[in-house]
């Protein structure tokens, strides 16, 4: 109390004490943050530490401490291997290719789904919606394999239907990023139009109201009030998606592989967990993951950048 | 109807049209696959293969369903599966909420920094290969406990937690509580956490489907089969099995061959299907029930991310 009256010097001290006094005022808040804060050194920041075996030539028995530093070695191996032009352009086809094709998918979804006039039919509309987000990625990559199989499946007997020969999908390099891309519009954009209702529920009626005064059509509302609403939701997650833009996952690219499509489909992290785990060679398969998180953070502040600049959106 | 449809001038009208056509086009895109796998699952495997099949089951049987009860490995799998789910989102839970409320009072000494070290993991990690050698020093390789560990807190089912505590918690409550004497302990398990019923169905659905659906971990640190989950057994079964496929279509065999194996390839569809169906059940049946659940939860997490 005296302190807080006094000036200067005595009030910066202040503030040390106050965050002193803080913590032993409130020590059981910050020992709730324990267990996470235990996980979160243990399972994330600990295993940073191993980045460093990208620079070495590691061995399994001298450890990440005791193996020889071999400089960049393993990112020039990286760069000149034969892989790495294939898995660059595959990661980044289909990064682009889902950012071009996929991402708008949802936000068009919500549009039209909110000029929906009856209630029930648009809750049961995006009840259906959201079942494919349920079906785990092994599944829908399952489904895939059938429905495309060129001796059984559905597919090939539309395109026969039609009196053309049936396409063996799954073999074909060429196809594998549209098989990729379109299954993935089918299963994640019913869940990925949830956030735009959100957004959506926030238009100001009176706004509508008086667009119908002014003889607005439907279409105009659209495109002059309801879009606006969803831009901020849009930026933030448009930034997001293009910070993962080399951060393909590996679970459905896995999933979906196989050696005949292989020169289409292998991305870097695919790459990763086969040279890294499957081969053993560890400082190699770091050196490429090491890669491809440092792109991806780049882009990701480059666009959030770009976008807190332009936009006034940011996140952070 | 009548007079709505009177409301709607030129434009409009059309615009109406195309909207619900394009919409009903997209509700079949969205169900014919789900319908297809159930019809293929109990219908005759040639009917299916020829195209014969289109959405109804032909000549029902349920011979494919027979046939994955009694594979042992579909139950092992069940059986681990529900173990990990259970039990790994009861840790999630415990990690993640006091977290989250912590995170959420204003008077938290040293929140900025904490929130920082959990916004960098959203965006940076060190990746595969230093995840693995450390869970390998850790000696937790091939253990059941790293299904359930590995992902204890997710940096982002914690910003939505903390953004739910902080949004309807009102302050006044904190107040009140703290004049009785309330201790922070007493204050989460007494009042916040049964005020909390939303957050906690949509965090322990978001944890949950991510349990539920999971097999990258589990391929990497699992060795021994009986500790496999579902999910493995159907990698193995659903996408292992393309060969025959390519076989089929680029192989050079004998009339009879290739007919047997058809049949072999046509049988081994139809279990597909069924076990397609058998292990997605479960979350088609309770996912509509939570709906209102997580559309709200996602709303929390879009008020601020």
């Known amino acids: 109390m005296i302190e807080v009256r006094s000036s200067g010097k005595v009030r910066q001290k202040s503030a040390v004490h106050g965050l002193w006094w803080q913590i032993i005022r409130h020590w059981q808040l910050l020992f709730m943050t324990f267990p996470a804060l235990i996980y979160l050194f243990l399972f994330q920041y600990k295993p940073m530490y191993g980045i460093i075996i990208a620079f070495k030539d590691y061995s399994f028995k001298k450890g990440i401490w005791g193996s020889p530093w071999c400089g960049f070695e393993n990112f020039n191996q990286l760069f000149n291997s034969y892989w790495f032009p294939i898995i660059l352009k595959n990661t980044l086809s289909i990064s682009l290719l889902t950012l071009v094709i996929s991402f708008p998918m949802p936000i068009i979804l ?88 959100a957004a959506l529920s926030g238009v100001d009626q009176s706004l509508l109201e008086a667009a119908d005064m002014d003889g607005a059509s439907r279409m105009q509302k659209i495109i002059h009030i309801n ?39 292998e991305v870097i992290s695919t790459y990763v967990y086969k040279i890294g785990l499957v081969d053993k060679n560890f400082g190699f398969s770091t050196a490429a993951g090491l890669f491809n998180s440092v792109i991806n953070c780049t882009v990701l502040a480059a666009a959030n950048a770009i976008s807190k600049r332009v936009a006034h959106t940011s996140l952070w | 109807m009548k007079q709505k449809l009177k409301h709607l001038q030129g434009k409009d009208l059309i615009f109406v049209c195309i909207n619900s056509f394009l919409l009903i086009l997209i509700f079949c895109v969205t169900v014919y696959p789900l319908i297809f796998v159930i019809s293929a699952s109990v219908s005759d495997p040639a009917a299916v293969s020829t195209g014969e099949m289109v959405l109804l089951p032909v000549s029902p049987s349920l011979e494919a369903y027979q046939f994955v009860l009694s594979y042992q490995a579909i139950w092992t799998g069940y059986l681990n599966t529900i173990f990990y789910t259970f039990l790994g989102t009861l840790i999630n839970l415990a990690a993640t909420i006091p977290c989250a409320y912590a995170l959420s009072r204003k008077d938290c000494p040293l929140k900025g920094l904490i929130m920082t070290l959990f916004m960098i993991t959203m965006y940076f990690s060190g990746g595969l290969i230093p995840g693995y050698l450390n869970i390998v020093s850790m000696g937790l ?131 597909k299907y069924a076990v397609i169906v058998v292990s997605t059940l479960p979350m088609m049946v309770i996912y509509p029930w939570l709906q209102k659940y997580f559309a709200k939860g996602v709303m929390i997490g879009s008020v601020k991310g």
Not at chain 1, 241 to 253: H, R
Not at chain 2, 230 to 237: A, M, N, P
């Open chain 1, 227 to 265: 879009l606006p609403v969803l831009v901020p939701t849009i930026l933030v997650l448009f930034i997001l998606q293009c910070g993962s833009i080399l951060g393909l996952g590996y679970e459905k690219v896995y999933a979906l592989q196989n050696p005949t499509n292989l020169s289409g489909s």
């Open chain 2, 141 to 271: 390789l091939n253990t059941r406990l790293v299904m359930l560990i590995s992902g204890a807190v997710s940096a982002y089912n914690l910003i939505v937690a903390r953004t739910f505590f902080a949004n309807t918690i009102p302050w006044e409550l904190h107040e009140a509580a703290f004049l009785d004497g309330c201790s922070d302990f007493r204050l989460l398990t007494r009042i916040v956490l049964p005020l909390s019923s939303p957050i906690i169905v949509v965090l322990i659905l978001y944890y949950g489907v991510g349990h539920w659906n999971s097999y990258f971990n589990a391929m990497i640190y699992l060795q021994d089969r009986a500790k496999y989950p579902l999910q493995v057994f159907l990698r193995e079964i659903l996408t292992l099995g393309q060969f025959a496929d390519t076989a089929l279509a680029t192989g050079d065999y004998s009339p009879e061959d290739m007919a047997s194996l058809l049949r072999q390839v046509e049988k081994a569809d139809m279990i």
């Open chain 1, 110 to 197: 919500a549009l039209m789904v909110n000029e929906m006039s009856n209630q029930r039919l648009k809750k049961i509309f995006q009840t259906v919606s959201y079942a494919p987000h349920f079906i785990s990625t092994i599944v829908v990559c399952g489904m895939v394999i059938l429905f495309l199989s060129p001796t059984s499946g559905i597919i090939n007997r539309l395109i026969e239907l039609f009196g053309l020969e049936p396409i063996s999908f799954m073999q074909q390099p060429g196809m594998f990023k549209w098989i990729y891309v379109i299954s993935g519009i089918w299963q994640g954009t019913g869940w990925g139009a949830i956030i735009y209702f």
